[in-house]
Nanobody
Framework: QVQLVESGGGLVQAGGSLRLSCAAS?????????MGWYRQAPGKQRELVAQ???????NYADSVKGRFTISRDNAKNTVYLQMNSLKLEDTAIYYC???????????????WGQGTQVTVSS
């Protein structure tokens, strides 16, 4: 079983920055697992924001490209999301998840963390 614990959320003004962390533990070889950050805003579906493969290849949603950076530290079993130039529409609960890909390459989330709230104010 995998445990994922997010931290780093909070209240920030528009234009500001936050860094989220997600620490993994349990029955996992973290270094071979792709990881992702998802978010869910009130009344909206959960969406994939960024993902990083075991080799460090990254992919981002168009809405965050150029502003968010996903990274990982395999020695610490931790994945990060650096969020810069935050906008009001970035307000959401952010979740990290293990990610696998189907035959078509589409990302499929596996284990989830409990989420961390990010609120961007004007």
């Amino acid at each position: 079983q995998v445990q994922l614990v997010e931290s780093g959320g909070g209240l920030v003004q528009a234009g500001g920055s936050l860094r989220l962390s997600c620490a993994a533990s349990g029955s996992i070889i973290f270094s071979i697992i792709a990881m992702g950050w998802y978010r869910q805003a009130p009344g909206k579906q959960r969406e994939l924001v960024a993902q990083i493969t075991s080799r460090g290849r990254t992919n981002y949603a168009d809405s965050v490209k150029g502003r968010f950076t996903i990274s990982r530290d395999n020695a610490k079993n931790t994945v990060y999301l650096q969020m810069n130039s935050l906008k009001l529409e970035d307000t959401a609960i952010y979740y990290c998840a293990t990610v696998r890909h189907d035959e078509g390459g589409a990302p499929l989330p596996g284990s989830w963390g409990q989420g961390t709230q990010v609120t961007v104010s004007s």
